[in-house]
């Protein structure tokens, strides 16, 4: 009696192309994002995750502008300063001159 053939893991990519193997997956939600984050080349990945970052700190930015004097030493209605604000803080960099004053940016 033969053995049953075992199942070959073995990819053969062209130069310079990244192949990730997925095995027993089940091909859910987040499955084609995970597989282009693991493929991406890093100059996409790092663009990527900038565009990310930007993205978040500029909706963060938004919520704290509409708070006018909810950041100390931050001119009400500036944008850029609470763009900035809101990288300090979700870069946890620590608070410089500008710190949360109301109850609603403390949360």
């Known amino acids: 009696m033969s053995e049953p053939a075992r199942p070959i893991s073995l990819v053969k990519a062209p130069r310079g192309k990244r192949v990730a193997m997925?095995?027993?997956?089940?091909?859910?939600?987040?499955?084609?994002?995970?597989?282009?984050?693991?493929?991406?080349?890093?100059?996409v990945?790092?663009?990527?995750?900038?565009?990310?970052f930007l993205t978040v700190n500029l909706v963060f930015a938004m919520l704290y502008a509409a708070d006018r004097g909810g950041i100390t030493n931050a001119r009400p209605g500036s944008f850029a300063d609470a763009?900035?604000?809101s990288v300090q803080t979700l870069g946890t960099l620590g608070y410089g001159v500008m710190a949360p004053r109301s109850m609603p940016i403390c949360w």
């Open 22 to 43: 997925i095995k027993g997956q089940d091909s859910g939600r987040f499955t084609d994002f995970y597989y282009g984050v693991l493929t991406a080349s890093w100059p």
């Open 45 to 52: 990945f790092v663009l990527q995750l900038a565009a990310f």
């Open 83 to 85: 763009f900035f604000f």
